[in-house]
Each structure stands twice: as C-alpha cells, then as structure tokens.
C-alpha cells in the first residue's frame, strides 16, 4: 500500500525546501541519485518538510522525458513519453498502484479540462496514449508511478502547450454539489491544511442516491486533488471499499480543485469542486479581466 497523502505534514515554506534534503532521507533536485533508504523504510518523517508531487520534471534521480511537446486541439494524437532513471535509461520495470502501472493526468494551467488516462507501456519503456484537448493553452502533465526499484511511489509534471488563442477560465466557486451527466455528486468534509481530513461524496441520480456504483481502478472511486495556483499533485484514495470516502491532506491554506472518478453504467465520469482549506473562504477573484482602474497593482511605473 502507497503513503495516501505524500504531501503529508507538508504546511510552509515550499521555497525554501527546494532543493535541499526531503523527507526520508533522499535527496531532490535535478538528477540527483537518492541516497540509501533508512532503516524504517522510507516512512515520512514527521516534521520534516517535503515537496508536494506534480512540481518538478525530475525528482529523487528520476526524470520525466517527454517525446510529444505540444498538445493539438481536437482530434486525439500520440503522446509519448518516457520515465529515465538514475542510470538514464527508461525505466521498464513498475510496482502496480490502483490497477495501473501508471497514471497519467492532464489538466489545463488554470485547472480546466481535466483528464486521467491510463498510457501503454512499450517494451523499450516509451509510455504512449493518444491525447486531445478542447482548448488551447499551458497544459500541465502529472505522471503518477512507482519505478521498481523504490519503496514508493512519486509524481513528475511537465508542461506541454495546446497552441492557440488562450483564454484562461476563472476557477469555478466553492460549491458543496457537483453535476456530471445527470448525476449530482455532493461532497461532505473539509480540507485543513497540514492535517488529515475526510471528505465523504455520495452520487445521486434524479433525486435518487446511486447505490451500485462499480469498482474503478480497485476502489469505488479515485480523487485527485490539485493547488491552485502551482497545480501541486495530492492522489489521495478512499478510506473505504464501500463508500466514496476518502482522506485527504493538503500541504497549505487555499484554494484546492477536486476531482472525483467513478464509474456507473460502465462508464466513468468525473465530478468536480472547488474547495478551500478552513479558514480560507473563496478563490481570489479574477483580475485583470476588464480594465483595472490606475494604480490597480498597487505601484505605478514612471
Ligand atoms: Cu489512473
């Protein structure tokens, strides 16, 4: 079983921990060999601060090599990428997570056109899926897996752009029900940051509550949880294997996008929500849509 939450007792100061030692003994920063597990096997330390996943292209002496470097709008294209180890050569060889050997996600830089895709893995260790978007702009890629050789499992992220006319969307505000395809998804709990909480979701269906839902990647549903802002990585999984129930910590105060895969009637759909740690009411509201007024930033320039 993965550390849910590996973005764990993570609370400030994410400048100032990059690149320098993460938790657990290993090192971050670009191609830098992880040294030696310690002896507890790689369990977290409590208080030490440590990277949320989905920031870097590279992390604890793996690298995320993309074939693909743009996006087309439209029709799905081949996407290629590869995972280098700290040899330099792709790694082949994966510990199964949630029915998968990798998860792939893509999600728009202002956290819109969300997708998980489940890639193929090439004998040579290319991974390839094809991939359309519907809109132009910076997409980020989240590569979630566990190589081998390590005791857990870790997340790279990539920008790829969709070239084109790029209007970004304002995040959608905090709201407890979610409506996808008919069905409405009402999520229960609160995030704190830098502490475990449960969010409960239950689906329902023309008033009704969903009550056969089907098994998706081993579980009843998968979530994601996303920062807005940095887009940092949270994959955290359900509490229960009957319920849509979850634990989930995330590393800071704000403003996080959530989205829930399930899967009923043989398809899967995704609810999503936008949610904030206690404390934290609402996104920041859009700016610089319209015309800001003088002095709107707060300096002028002469
Ligand atoms: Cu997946």
Do not use: C
């Not at 597990?37 to 996943?53: F, L, M, S």
């Not at 403003?255 to 206690?278: C, I, N, P, S, W």
């Amino acid at each position: 079983m993965r550390t849910p939450v590996r973005l764990a007792a993570f609370a400030l100061g994410l400048v100032a921990v990059f690149g320098v030692a993460a938790g657990a003994g290993r090192l971050i920063g670009p191609d830098v060999r992880p040294e030696p597990e310690p002896a507890h096997g790689g369990a977290h330390t409590p208080g030490t601060p440590r990277v949320p996943g989905g920031l870097q292209i590279a992390q604890g002496g793996y690298r995320l090599s993309p074939a693909t470097t743009r996006f087309t709008v439209g029709e799905p294209r081949p996407f290629a990428f590869q995972v280098l180890g700290p040899d330099g050569k792709p790694v082949t060889s994966y510990t199964r997570n949630h029915d998968k050997d990798l998860h792939l996600i893509v999600v728009r830089r202002d956290l819109s056109g969300y997708q998980h895709l489940h890639p193929v893995l090439g004998a040579d260790g290319t991974w390839s899926a094809p991939i359309g978007v519907d809109t132009p702009g910076q997409y980020r890629v989240l590569a979630d897996f566990q190589p081998a050789a390590e005791p857990e499992a870790l997340t790279l992220g990539v920008d790829v752009p969709a070239p084109g006319d790029y209007q970004p969307v304002p995040l959608p505000p905090v709201a407890r029900t979610a409506e996808v395809d008919g069905y409405t998804v009402t999520l229960a709990g609160d995030l704190a940051a830098g502490a475990s909480s449960k969010l409960d979701l239950t689906v329902s269906r023309d008033g009704k509550p969903v009550t056969d839902l089907e098994p998706y990647l081993g579980a009843l549903g998968h979530l994601v949880v996303l920062r807005e802002g940095d887009l940092a990585y949270l994959h955290v999984h359900p509490a229960s294997e009957t319920a849509l129930s979850f634990e989930a910590e995330v590393p800071s105060p704000g403003v996080y996008r959530l989205y829930l895969d399930f899967q009923h009637a043989g398809k899967v759909r995704t609810a999503e929500f936008t949610a904030t740690t206690t404390g934290v009411t609402q996104p920041p509201a859009p700016t610089g849509t319209a015309d800001p007024g003088p002095s709107a930033d707060g300096h002028t320039h002469d």
